[in-house]
């Protein structure tokens, strides 16, 4: 009667204990779905600047304010070309601005990762295609050479 | 609007009230008279509303703030320059009488166009800083500035004059400058006086509000907010800045209060500018990485400095705090861009980051010998990991750095010193500027990047690696570790890095 009992307690608590692990990983699970930061942001370029703007929103789709924005851009080839923290405002809304280092040029990639205390954090990407930056030197050199060619043009035609 | 109302409701009411009781007139016209002049004669209290949701308290610490207590010295009293260059002071702060903490430099009457770096720009009693005035674009002229040192408890103000001769430079270098300084963004300096707290125990938060050009800005909407670790708001306080300024908050943790790692997020607004400011502090075991810069500086030639040459090479110090939880993938990011912001130098490094512990990281570069010269921005970033992994931005420090010909020089005429103390008494120090004090425990790190694209070498006894990539030379050197490639055409890295204990430690900028 005495070892009975136990090894129908031990079932019934193992039975529990399962049961208690599966409904806590669903519910840890819906808790981290229900508290995840959603961000989306879209990446432009004017003539100077690639420019990064985007919105944070909490799963009732509601902007969330004060969230952290950290921004990191990369070229190609996966070098870092540029990293922000910004801050999203009142709409929940953020923006960055950014050049890339002489030399870089073509598709990149920038990632974007936002967080706030009592949130699991949220993350997006999006490609990127660098305005390129040139030195002085090889703007110089350009310049010189058009103006070269510009003068052999005309004493050829003459 | 609140005049005109009261204006319009005096002479609706007048006519029945002068005709019934002249008496009752005068007086009501008596107390408006007054209710109107008591925020007049009161300048500097200009809190405007405080809530504390935390402990429900309503507070109202008076100013108050002493003189005597300060002494503030500035050197030269008088700099003559031409325009487009730069004027330089030594500031000097230290204690008459009783440490109050972290003390703030700002700067009032500066020349439009032109722009005031304190470096530091605030700092522990005995301190000296250097005020570098960029005149670029500034207008010829005499000008008196107004340099303030403060605290809550303590203020202090030293004058000295600038007188710039000749026409504003107008080369490309000075529009790319002021391009820069041009954007009116308010920048918020502040600290708390601790990083970690107990239950129970008072938070004080202070700063001050500058403009782009370090100019003070009076009456600025100063909101502070405090969130718990569940991102609950635990306290919320509103002011204004006052003529100099500062602004500050006191606010006691309750006893019941969670322990974990508390933002303190602060927004400025003045005249349609804005600026937004964020740190964050531990109480009690925070179960989270609560990560702090705690000092920033930038060394050329072996001393701090503002402004640096073509072709020199530029040392930068961080020093990063962690009040929390151990953060084993912490990494320090680095980016300097030039005054058209393109980036000239961008680098990262990964280490752990134990609960208590100081980590030092040094990052030198060469400037290339035709580097644009004008305002560069450094900006360093310690985060969790990889933010393409996920991870986030812990924390953020700002410096800027004049970069000028190899030939410049600075034109400094007169020599008085300025002194605002009216006690002459002998000045004994109590206080350092500490940051970090004991003993260098170890030296690992190991470096990865975004992706495998980056090379890393880990040599116990390397000294230096040199790297060469067009326009730009630099050059790395470390008493231990990494060495990495350039990134994106800027440059290479070298880095220090040194794990401390510290003893006290200040949140420096």
């Not at chain 1, 600047?49 to 080839?77: L, R």
């Not at chain 2, 933010?387 to 931005?393: A, D, L, Q, T």
Request: aromatic share 6%; hydrophobic share 35%.
């Amino acid at each position: 009667m005495k070892n009975r009992l136990p090894a129908k307690s031990l079932g019934t608590i193992s039975a529990i204990i399962v049961l208690l692990i599966a409904l806590s990983m669903a519910g840890l699970c819906n808790v981290n779905a229900q508290n995840q930061l959603s961000v989306s942001f879209q990446v432009s370029n004017d003539s100077e600047y690639t420019i990064v703007a985007g919105t944070v929103t909490d799963p009732a789709n509601n902007p969330v304010e004060g969230a952290a924005v950290s921004i990191q851009a990369v070229d190609s080839s996966g070098k870092a070309v540029h990293f922000e923290l910004v801050y999203t405002d009142g709409n929940g809304a953020f923006t960055d601005k950014f050049k890339t280092p002489e030399g870089v040029s073509g598709e990149g990639n920038v990632f974007v990762s936002a967080g706030k205390p009592g949130y699991d954090n949220g993350t997006a990407q999006s490609a990127f295609t660098a305005v390129p930056e040139f030195s002085t030197t090889v703007v110089a050199v350009v310049i010189s050479i058009s103006i070269a060619m510009l003068i052999l043009r005309r004493r050829t035609s003459k | 609007m609140f005049h005109k109302e009261n204006i319009s409701v005096l002479s609706t009411a007048s006519p029945t009230q002068t005709a019934d009781s002249p008496k009752k007139t005068i007086a009501v016209v008596g107390l408006l008279i007054l209710f109107l002049l008591i925020p007049m004669a009161r300048p500097l209290q200009t809190r405007q509303a405080l809530f504390d949701t935390m402990n429900g308290n309503f507070d109202d610490d008076d100013d108050g703030r002493k003189t005597g207590d300060l002494m503030l010295l500035v050197e030269p009293a008088v700099v003559n320059v031409k325009a487009g260059q730069k004027a330089e002071y030594s500031v000097f702060v230290t204690n008459i009488k009783s440490n109050h903490g972290m003390v703030y430099l700002t700067v009032d009457g500066l020349p439009k166009n032109s722009i005031g770096i304190f470096t530091p720009n605030m700092g522990m009693p005995s301190f000296l800083s250097k005020l570098t005035i960029v005149t670029e674009n500034a207008n010829p002229g005499s000008y008196e500035l107004t340099i303030n040192a403060m605290n809550r408890k303590q203020m202090q103000r030293a004058s000295a004059a600038l007188t710039i001769s000749g026409t504003a430079t107008t080369s490309t270098e000075t529009t790319a400058t002021t391009s820069t300084s041009t954007e009116q963004k308010l920048k918020i300096t502040f600290s708390t006086d601790k990083l970690s707290y107990d239950k129970g125990e008072p938070v004080n938060i202070e700063g001050v509000v500058t403009d782009s050009s370090q100019n003070a800005i009076l009456g600025a909407a100063v909101s502070i907010q405090v969130q718990n670790p569940q991102g609950s708001t635990s306290h919320i306080y509103q002011t204004l800045t006052d003529i100099q300024g500062f602004f500050n908050d006191t606010f006691t943790l309750p006893g019941d209060t969670m322990d974990g790692t508390y933002t303190t997020s602060i927004s400025a607004a003045h005249q349609g500018h804005t600026g937004v400011a964020h740190s964050t502090f531990a109480v009690g075991n925070s179960a989270t990485p609560a990560v702090s810069i705690v000092n920033m500086t930038i060394t050329a030639n072996g001393i701090q400095a503002t402004t640096v040459k073509q072709g020199q090479e530029v040392l930068i110090s961080v020093e990063v705090l962690n009040q929390g939880a151990d953060l084993e993938k912490g990494m320090v990011w680095i980016e300097i861009d030039d005054p058209i912001d393109v980036p000239v130098f961008i680098t990262m490094l990964s280490t752990g980051l134990s609960h208590g512990q100081v980590v030092g990281v040094e990052f030198h570069f060469f400037l290339a010998n035709n580097a644009i010269v004008g305002l560069y921005g450094a900006n360093t970033y310690v985060s969790n990991g990889y933010i393409s992994e996920g991870g986030v931005f812990l924390d953020k420090e700002q410096r800027t750095l004049i970069v000028e010909t190899a030939e410049s020089t600075v034109t400094t005429t007169t020599s008085q010193t300025t002194t605002t103390n009216q006690t002459t008494t002998t000045n004994e120090t109590t206080h350092t500027a500490t940051t970090v004090t004991n003993e260098t425990m170890q030296t690992t790190t190991t470096e990865t990047t975004e992706t495998s694209t980056t090379t890393t070498s880990e040599t116990a006894n390397q000294t230096t690696t040199n790297t060469t990539t067009p326009g730009t030379t630099t050059e790395t050197s470390s008493q231990t570790s990494l060495t990495e490639t350039d990134t994106a055409g800027a440059l290479s890295q070298a880095v220090d890095l040194t794990i401390k204990k510290p003893e006290l430690v200040w949140r420096l900028n």
